[in-house]
Structure formats: structure tokens, C-alpha cells
């Protein structure tokens, strides 16, 4: 009797594990996906569009290692938040005091700050192709970017941010066409294959800083502490933990698969006939393989959804996260008198974000791409933050990090301080460029 | 012994010293301040001092000759980790408790402790405040002076005070990852609050700082908070706690609403509660769990007044005086046969007007409108719409009684989502016997 009941059990609970499992699966997904799309944001397209035109598919091999890293920095992120239950924010405060705490809340309200300024930048450089072609006032750059500031913030103060966010999950699919564009340029797929698997490096500023750019945009600051926030405000459990890692891995290859047909792309169309871009209409025609005359209106679509959608995201998340360390009250259920700090943060992101893309004859795809450089210097700070958490049997329990989990990620710490020291005396000093 | 008032923040890291007859020597710096949590004002029980040699040690109280603003000397030196006793409530300032979240219990909110006040009383070293706001910010950036000025200028208590008096602090239980409760704080101040405050306090929590406040109050209190939070907390709380413990506080919430949370989450952990639940409160959970959710058994409680036949009023008050605390609803009472067939039913405002010699039999309704097991919510709705009823009793296809469902349950079902949770409860009399004992506390 015994016997014929256990063998029956397993075999039950499997069946009912398997319905369960995808169930459990899709109510907790989403934390990795969002984070993923929004990975793409203005920074992500212009600084993979640079990168193919400038570089050709001299940067795709760095894709696997960043994918790599990727995945292990957010899973380290979403394993502190399932099973701490806490905010990053609130864990750096709570293990590492006052001091240690200002130092990261600074470099990432910086880093944040000029992200955002990226982001602008991409609504008004999609104003600017559309205008192009359709001059009419609205896609002024000028309106663009306020039109786009007060929508936002809208957006976000009223609390109808949850019902727009599918909306703008949606328009990712956008990022399809990159995929197409980059099969239907034809590139020379053995070089292609060939630049992907074999590593090259170059000790030219301008290469130095494209490398710390991609990984920058690709890792960037924010996104650890939106992933951690949005875990733990799920209330995902230990038990669930597979499912939200399962989220992270399947939102980084989404995320990469993308980075890597935006350089492909690019490399194809653009470094090949040694176009130097110097605005988004010329990224735009990076899609010209696939829609032709109407490579600029697609590539405006696409950019502006990611930095609209970026920009809804990012400003909270900061404020969030600031008030969270210090113990400011936050939340938009508050009114403004009773959080005055986390809206006048909020605000003042905003603001300080919108202006210097208004500033006539902003050079918008330099100030895109020097704000991930910057996310890419100051990365290090946040990795290390986390490293130290995460490796805290206190905090964590048995769920410290693997040996392999903290190789990777000081691998990439330590890297991305070498290449930003390598590339700060590179510059300084001249040499060879 | 000299002591003067000082800031934990300052304290942590001030040079240490020994003094032998006339002779200091400098032996290392504080490490960490333990003092006695359980206590209303934390006296300072011994220090944690680090050594030369990178050691730290224990210094007890009584060693302690004197404290100021550039040293702390001693009278003996600092025992070593295995000599040192240590409290079953000791709490250590550094560690545990600045950077972390508090209840701060007058303000009815979670506060950070950014600092530590110590002041001198009587032989004593204590705990008296929390530094909540901007200057302990300040003061811990070592920007002091700054921080002491913009104190002065703020308010000393209440509403943008920094400083909150250590009575009105509620430290939140220690855990270690894995749910083991470290250190139990003693929980009376909580207690001081209004349920639904601790509702929001709760929600404003880490999800395993929620389900260990939940799981250190008193049963009551637990019960009032829980009922008053929205089930998606409801149910992370109850998958976090001890099936013991939660045990102990469905117990004391009303069987129809402990049966809605129950039914939530998944039968092996409901199953483990239900054991774990005194056998008598068990039965009625698991008896209206059986029912489905959409008919009158599912929504029903078990909880209601009723009296054996052939009293007289003044006999029927004394038997509802004995049975009203634990009834849900005490404006109808049924007269019930030995076999729970409804007789007759009598509402509390007749029994009032009647005289006390007066026969319960005369003045009951002995035609009783009834609604079976099974039948669907809407049509209960309906009855008790068309009666205007308080509640409907159900009977089983036998007659027998099994419960009622209250109006409060039935228009939960019948609005939409969004406006049920903003709707006030009525008729749960076990929860308006309890906050109205909270107003009286807090009032006196």
C-alpha cells in the first residue's frame, strides 16, 4: 500500500507541477522583462548605433560577456530583494550607514540625472527626424521635449503609469525591425560570426569609450535598484526565487538579441559606406534595408517609445531610491506638503533633465552617449555595494553568492575601473590617437 | 561615575582607557554600545570595546569610571567574548539599531533611526530618543554643529520634531534570514495603537518585517490588524508566519472572515493551520470552508445568538449577556428547538420594549424567512434586500440551522472591487468590542 502511494504521489504532483509552474510563472514575470525593454532606451539605441557605425562589428563579441554579466549583477539583485524582502536603497543604508550611503545615492543621482537628460535628448532627436519629414510645430524640438516633460510627469503623478506601461511594452515590439533591417542588409555574415566570437581591442580613446559606453548602457545603475524595488513590491517568495531568475535571464538575452541586430544593423548599413553619424536621421538609415524612405519615421517611433517610456520609469525609480536610503517620506499616494523631498526630487529630475536638451544646438547624440559612459564609470560603485551585500551571511542566509557569481562580478567591476583608468590616461595623455 | 549625555553616533569609535591607580593607558575604541531593550528607557548595560590588537572585548557597566566628550575610561579592563554575559534583551545600538526601521507608535509610521540619544538618570546611562530627521543625518555625516542648529530651530515634538521619545519607539524583532526570531521586543507599545493605524503601519513594511510584527503581538491585536488589511498582504503574511502562530491568530478572528483567508491560500498550509487551531474553532472554519464561496454556506457565519424556547425576557438577557461576546451579530435572536429547528426569531430592540416578565414566545416572529445551504449569494442578496434584513438565518434541506449571513457580507459581494475596500464594517461586533476597548486605553 505504502509503496504504491509513493510511486503514485510524484508522478501526480509532477503533473499538477508542470500547470503550476508555467502559472506561477507568468504571474511573476515581468520585473526582468520591463527592466529589459526599457534597457533599450534612447542611450541603448544610439550608443549601439554608434558603436556599428563607428566600429562595424567590432564590438559584438563584448555582447556575451555583458549578457553574461548582465544576468548575474540582476539575479544578484533579485535573489537580495526575494529573499531580504528589502530595497537596495534600503539594504546599502542598513548594512553600510550614513557615509557609504551618500557616496552611492550621489553617483547614482548623477548617473540618473544625465541618463535622463539621454532620454530627452532621444524625444527630441525623434522630433527632429520626424520633423524632417513632417515640419509642422508639434515635432519642434522644443515642444517635443516640454510636451514630452509634462506628459510624463502626468503620467506618473496621477498614477496612470500602470495602465500606459502596456502600452508601451507594446510599442517595444518596435525593436523587431532592427532584427529584420540587420538580416535584410546582407552583412558579410563570416566577418559577422568571425568579430563575434573572436575579441579584438583597440587602445584608442574613441574605442575605450565606446567600450565603456555599451556597458554602461547595457548595465546601467538604475536598473539594479528598479529590479530589486519591483521584486520585492511583487512579494515574490524564497520558493518562487527560479521564476523571477528565469524572468532575468529570459529579459537579458531579449535586451542583447536587440543590442546585438542594432550594431549588425549599423555595421551593415552604415559603417560600410563610412557614413560618420553625427544625428539620429543618420542612424535612421540603419533601417533603410527593411523600410526604405520610411527608415526615419520607424527609427522616430522606436526611439521615442523607449525614451518616453525610459522617462516615466527612471525620475521615480531615483526618487524612490534617494528617499528610501535617507528616510524621506515618498509615494505618490502622499500629497506634495507631507513629501516634500521626493517630489521636489522627482521634479527637479524633470526639470534638470529637459533643460539642457533645450539649450539651442544641444548636440543630442554626444550628450546621449556621454551619459552611458558615465553610467559605465560609475558602475562599479553599485556592483561593489551589491557584492558586499549579497556575500553577507546574515543578510542572505545560504543564498550568498556562488564562487562563480562573485568572479563575474568583480571580473566586471574590476574591468570597468581598468578601461576607465586606461581610457582617462589614454586621453590625457594623447596616445595614439 | 561621570556621565554626561552623548549621541550614540558620537560614542561609536571614541578611544577607550584604562585606569590603573594613576596610570591610563589607551587600550582601543568602542565597538558597540548593549543596552537592556526591554526596558522602557534602555539603560546602557556595557560596552564592546575594540582592542589594540584588533580584539573586541565586553566592558560591563559597573567598569565604567567615566564618560566624556573625548574618552571613556575604565576601572577594569574588558573581558574576553567567553567571560562576557550576555542578556537574553540585550540590543546593540550599532548593530542593530541605527540605519534600521522602527515603529515610530505616536507618529503611526515607519521611521529610519539616523541616531541615538544617551542621557544620564539616576546611576544610569539611557536611552531616551531616536534622532529621526535631517540633524541625525547631519550629525552622522559630521557635519555636528550643523545638525544641533538646524535642531534647535525645528519643532520638539509632534509633527517635523527629529527627535522621538524612546517610549513611543517600537524596534522591529530581529530576524535572521530563515525566520528565526532572534530577539523578541517586548510589544506593549504597539499595542497602544488603533488597528486600522497598524494596518497602514504594517503595509508600509518589508514583507518579512510584516509577518514578524504580525507574528510578536498578542492574538487580539494581531487578529485586528490582519482583518483590516487587504488580502494580498493578508495571505504574504500568513505564508511567512509559523503555522502555530497563525494559528493562534485566526483563532481569534471571526469564523466566517478567518474561513475567507483560509480559503485563499493553498490546503497544505490551510490544512497544517487547521490542525494547529483549537479543535471547537476548527470545526466551524472547516464547516463553512466546505461550502462554496458563491452560496449562502460560504458567506455565512456560525456566530450568532440564539436561546432555548419557553423563556421569559428577562431570563433571554441573561443568557444573550453571557453569549454576546462572541457574537457576530447581536440584533436578531433565534429561538431554537433541541433539534436547531427555527422556532422564532426576535429582534433586540422587541426584547428592549418588552417587559421582563413577558414570554419570548409572544413576542418572536415565528414566521422566519430562511435561505437554504446552497442558494447562490444573489439571491440571498435579494431576500435581504427585499426584507430589509440586518442578516438571514440558512438552514440546512433538514431545517436545522446553520448559521446567518450578515448585510455586510452580502454587499461585499455584490459591489464592485474597488468599492468594497472602502466600505466601513458593520456588525463584527468581536472587532468593535476590541477598538472600542483601544479608544478607552488610549484615552485614559
Given at each position: ?71 548575474v549583477v540582476q539575479e544578484m539583485c533579485v535573489r537580495m530583494g526575494v529573499i531580504t524582502g528589502k530595497g537596495l536603497a534600503d539594504l546599502i543604508r542598513e548594512q553600510f550607514g550614513v557615509r557609504i550611503t551618500l557616496f552611492v545615492m550621489v553617483s547614482l543621482l ?111 545603475p538604475w536598473m539594479q535598484f528598479y529590479i530589486q524595488s519591483?521584486v520585492v ?5 524564497p ?78 525609480s531615483t526618487?524612490y531610491s534617494v528617499c528610501e536610503a535617507f528616510g524621506f517620506?515618498s ?47 560609475l558602475l562599479p560603485v553599485v556592483i561593489i555595494s551589491m557584492l558586499r551585500l549579497v556575500n553577507n551571511r546574515r543578510l542572505m542566509g545560504e543564498h550568498v553568492n556562488s564562487?562563480?557569481f562573485n568572479?563575474?562580478a568583480w571580473?566586471?567591476a ?20 | ?6 549621541f550614540a553616533s558620537?560614542l561609536s569609535g ?15 575604541r568602542i565597538d558597540d554600545i548593549a543596552?537592556?531593550g ?10 564592546y570595546?575594540k ?5 573586541v ?33 540585550e540590543l546593540l545600538l550599532q548593530k542593530e539599531l541605527l540605519d534600521k526601521q522602527i515603529v ?6 515607519v521611521v529610519r533611526v539616523n541616531d541615538v ?13 531616536a534622532d529621526i530627521?535631517?540633524?541625525g543625518l547631519?550629525r552622522r555625516l559630521g ?28 524596534p522591529l524583532g530581529l530576524e535572521e534570514p530563515g525566520g528565526a526570531l532572534r530577539l523578541?521586543v ?18 508600509e513594511l518589508s514583507t518579512s518585517d510584516q509577518?514578524s ?232
Amino acid at each position: 500500500m505504502e509503496a504504491v502511494e509513493r510511486i503514485e504521489k510524484p508522478s501526480r504532483l509532477k503533473r499538477v507541477g508542470l500547470w503550476r509552474s508555467l502559472l506561477m510563472f507568468l504571474s511573476i514575470v515581468g520585473p526582468g522583462m520591463i527592466t529589459a525593454n526599457i534597457d533599450n532606451d534612447a542611450g541603448g539605441i544610439a550608443t549601439y548605433s554608434l558603436a556599428g557605425s563607428q566600429f562595424g562589428f567590432a564590438f559584438l563579441w563584448l555582447l556575451i560577456p555583458v549578457t553574461i554579466a548582465l544576468i548575474v549583477v540582476q539575479e544578484m539583485c533579485v535573489r537580495m530583494g526575494v529573499i531580504t524582502g528589502k530595497g537596495l536603497a534600503d539594504l546599502i543604508r542598513e548594512q553600510f550607514g550614513v557615509r557609504i550611503t551618500l557616496f552611492v545615492m550621489v553617483s547614482l543621482l548623477v548617473t540618473n540625472l544625465f541618463t535622463t537628460v539621454a532620454e530627452f535628448a532621444g524625444v527630441a532627436a525623434s522630433a527632429d527626424v520626424l520633423h524632417a519629414s513632417f515640419p509642422i510645430f508639434i515635432f519642434s524640438r522644443y515642444f517635443a521635449v516640454m510636451a514630452a516633460a509634462i506628459f510624463v510627469s502626468l503620467l506618473v503623478l496621477r498614477g496612470n503609469y500602470k495602465s500606459v506601461e502596456k502600452v508601451f511594452l507594446l510599442a517595444c515590439l518596435v525593436y523587431v525591425t532592427y532584427i529584420i533591417s540587420g538580416l535584410l542588409a546582407k552583412p558579410d555574415w563570416p566577418v559577422v560570426i568571425h568579430q563575434t566570437v573572436v575579441p579584438t581591442f583597440s587602445w584608442t580613446s574613441a574605442y575605450l569609450a565606446m567600450f565603456i559606453g555599451v556597458i554602461g548602457t547595457t548595465i546601467a545603475p538604475w536598473m539594479q535598484f528598479y529590479i530589486q524595488s519591483s521584486v520585492v513590491e511583487k512579494g515574490v517568495k524564497p520558493r518562487e526565487l527560479r521564476f523571477s531568475q528565469a524572468d532575468v535571464v529570459v529579459g537579458s538575452f531579449i535586451t542583447d538579441i536587440v543590442a546585438y541586430f542594432i550594431i549588425v544593423a549599423c555595421g551593415a548599413t552604415l559603417f560600410i559606406h563610412h557614413i560618420n553619424v553625427t544625428d539620429a536621421g543618420q542612424a535612421a538609415l540603419a533601417l533603410e534595408p527593411l523600410a526604405g524612405k520610411y527608415a526615419g519615421i520607424l527609427f522616430a517611433i522606436g526611439l521615442l517609445n523607449a525614451s518616453l517610456f525610459a522617462a516615466s520609469v527612471l525620475p521615480l525609480s531615483t526618487s524612490y531610491s534617494v528617499c528610501e536610503a535617507f528616510g524621506f517620506a515618498s509615494g505618490i499616494d502622499k500629497r506634495f506638503p507631507d513629501a516634500p523631498i521626493f517630489y521636489g526630487l522627482y521634479l527637479g529630475i524633470i526639470v534638470f533633465g529637459a533643460l539642457p536638451v533645450l539649450t539651442p544646438g544641444a548636440p543630442l547624440l554626444t550628450i546621449i552617449f556621454w551619459s552611458q559612459v558615465v553610467s559605465g564609470m560609475l558602475l562599479p560603485v553599485v556592483i561593489i555595494s551589491m557584492l558586499r551585500l549579497v556575500n553577507n551571511r546574515r543578510l542572505m542566509g545560504e543564498h550568498v553568492n556562488s564562487p562563480t557569481f562573485n568572479l563575474i562580478a568583480w571580473a566586471t567591476a574590476v574591468g570597468l575601473i581598468a578601461v576607465t583608468a586606461l581610457y582617462l590616461v589614454v586621453t590625457i595623455y594623447h596616445i595614439g590617437s | 561615575m561621570e556621565l554626561r549625555e552623548a549621541f550614540a553616533s558620537e560614542l561609536s569609535g571614541r578611544p577607550v582607557e584604562l585606569l590603573t591607580g594613576t596610570q591610563r593607558s589607551r587600550i582601543g575604541r568602542i565597538d558597540d554600545i548593549a543596552v537592556a531593550g526591554s526596558e522602557r528607557f534602555p539603560p546602557v548595560v556595557g560596552l564592546y570595546v575594540k582592542g589594540n590588537d584588533g580584539v573586541v572585548r565586553y566592558a560591563p557597566f559597573s567598569t565604567i569610571v567615566s564618560i566624556t566628550d573625548r574618552e571613556v575610561t575604565l576601572n577594569a579592563p574588558p573581558l574576553e567574548g567567553s567571560n562576557a554575559p550576555v542578556a537574553i534583551d540585550e540590543l546593540l545600538l550599532q548593530k542593530e539599531l541605527l540605519d534600521k526601521q522602527i515603529v515610530d507608535v505616536d507618529g503611526h509610521k515607519v521611521v529610519r533611526v539616523n541616531d541615538v540619544k544617551l542621557a544620564p538618570a539616576g546611576d544610569h546611562l539611557r536611552v531616551i530618543a531616536a534622532d529621526i530627521g535631517l540633524p541625525g543625518l547631519l550629525r552622522r555625516l559630521g557635519l555636528r554643529h550643523l545638525g544641533d542648529r538646524m535642531l534647535s530651530r525645528m519643532p520638539k515634538v509632534g509633527v517635523g520634531a527629529s527627535l522621538i521619545s524612546w517610549d513611543a519607539v517600537q524596534p522591529l524583532g530581529l530576524e535572521e534570514p530563515g525566520g528565526a526570531l532572534r530577539l523578541r521586543v517586548p510589544q506593549d507599545k504597539i499595542d497602544r495603537i488603533h488597528p486600522a493605524d497598524l494596518a497602514s503601519i504594517i503595509e508600509e513594511l518589508s514583507t518579512s518585517d510584516q509577518a514578524s510584527l504580525i507574528g510578536s503581538l498578542d492574538e487580539e491585536t494581531a487578529a485586528d490588524a490582519l482583518e483590516q488589511l487587504p488580502v494580498d498582504t493578508q495571505l504574504s503574511i500568513l505564508e511567512d508566519l509559523h503555522p502555530d502562530r497563525a494559528a493562534d491568530i485566526i483563532e481569534n478572528m471571526t469564523p466566517d472572515d478567518a474561513a475567507d483567508l483560509l480559503g485563499e491560500i493553498d490546503s497544505d498550509k490551510q490544512q497544517e493551520i487547521l490542525e494547529r487551531m483549537e479543535p471547537q474553532e476548527a470545526q466551524d472554519v472547516r464547516e463553512l470552508l466546505s461550502h462554496p464561496e458563491e452560496t449562502a454556506g460560504g458567506l455565512m457565519t456560525t456566530e450568532y445568538l440564539w436561546l432555548p424556547p419557553g423563556l421569559t425576557v428577562a431570563e433571554a438577557f441573561e443568557h444573550i449577556r453571557k453569549a454576546a461576546e462572541d457574537a457576530e451579530l447581536v440584533y436578531y435572536v433565534y429561538v431554537l428547538d433541541p433539534q436547531e429547528h427555527i422556532l422564532g426569531v426576535v429582534s433586540l430592540r422587541e426584547l428592549i420594549k418588552a417587559e421582563p416578565g413577558a414570554k419570548v414566545a409572544d413576542i418572536a416572529i415565528d414566521d422566519v424567512v430562511t435561505v437554504e445551504l446552497q442558494t447562490p449569494r444573489e439571491e440571498v442578496a435579494t431576500t435581504i434586500a427585499r426584507y430589509d434584513f440586518v442578516a438571514v438565518p440558512v438552514v440546512d434541506a433538514d431545517g436545522r440551522m446553520q448559521g446567518i449571513v450578515t448585510v455586510d457580507d452580502i454587499i461585499d459581494v455584490l459591489l464592485p472591487e474597488k468599492m468594497r475596500k472602502m466600505l466601513p464594517r458593520v456588525g463584527k461586533s468581536r472587532s468593535k468590542a476590541r477598538l472600542a476597548r483601544h479608544d478607552a486605553r488610549s484615552t485614559q
